[in-house]
């Protein structure tokens, strides 16, 4: 009686990197929407898990700010606010400051925060500091909405420049991400980035016209204050809220713009390069 010896064809599936300028696969990314929008809502319920009073955190961190900051900058310094109360002046900057700030602090550690996931299965790294972006965009909603209350307390009515607010917003957005996948890529090799990161963000507040107008700013430097990508963010947002009575400094806005162009650009070419390292080194 003769035996079959049956040997199975075993088949490779090999996934090599995308080329291109930076490397990202938008139809792969496509195709993991799925798990996006699961860890979207998850990164969301986490954020204010076991909290006693949830997500209303999101409405008092922002609104103290803007007090604090009332009182310490309109108040006692009595810097100028271009003729509109000052709680308005400051809450149009902590919106685009807080979904800055939230997103990198999260977006950073992201990677690591996911390390079971990446040395296990294969999805798109891309994929996990994207959600922090997405998620923070919770807060800023939340805030969006005090806003429109400030703005109807305090009789301000906002002009058709309003229209141009989603462009700015994704100035922040781009902005955001950009820093994010930089500091996320290298918080994986070098985990002082961790450590840095929250000094980073405070010391980001102060040199950012969060508090105060860019008007105190003098003229010979505003444009290479500019540097600072959320001045322009930060402008803009004023600019298409506040109506006439705030100016938009055009050249450091383009400036600011082209900052988060080579920004978001760059960071997405180094995560895309150090991507394949994840698994090793977490």
Excluded: C, H
Excluded at 225 to 249: C, E, H, T
């Amino acid at each position: 009686m003769g035996t079959t010896n049956s040997n199975p064809i075993l088949k490779e599936r090999i996934i090599r990197p995308k080329r291109g300028l930076v490397g990202i696969d938008f139809a792969e990314l496509w195709r993991y929407r799925e798990l996006f929008l699961f860890l979207t809502w998850r990164n969301i319920i986490i954020r204010y898990k076991q909290t006693a009073i949830g997500i209303v955190w999101a409405f008092i961190r922002p609104v103290m700010m803007m007090i604090v900051f009332s009182i310490i900058f309109g108040k006692i310094a009595k810097l100028p606010s271009d003729g509109l109360p000052y709680p308005i002046l400051t809450f149009t900057a902590l919106l685009p400051w807080q979904f800055f700030s939230s997103s990198l602090t999260r977006g950073s550690a992201s990677v690591i925060g996911s390390s079971n996931m990446v040395s296990k299965i294969y999805f798109p790294r891309l994929v996990i500091p994207s959600t922090e972006v997405s998620a923070a965009m919770v807060d800023f909603l939340i805030s969006f909405v005090i806003l429109i209350g400030l703005m109807f307390y305090y009789r301000v009515v906002p002009t058709v420049q309003v229209f141009w607010l989603p462009l700015f917003f994704l100035l922040a957005l781009f902005s955001s991400f950009g820093i994010s996948l930089w500091f996320s890529a290298l918080n994986v090799k070098y985990r002082d980035v961790q450590q840095a990161v929250p000094f980073l963000v405070q010391f980001g507040l102060y040199i950012s016209p969060v508090a105060f107008s860019t008007s105190v700013v003098p003229e010979r430097f505003r444009f290479l204050y500019s540097l600072n990508p959320m001045v322009g963010v930060i402008d803009g947002f004023r600019w298409a809220l506040l109506g006439q009575k705030v100016s938009l400094y055009y050249p450091g806005l383009a400036l600011s713009s082209a900052m988060v162009l080579i920004i978001l650009v760059s960071g997405a070419f180094y995560f895309k390069k150090m991507e394949r390292t994840f698994a090793d080194i977490i």
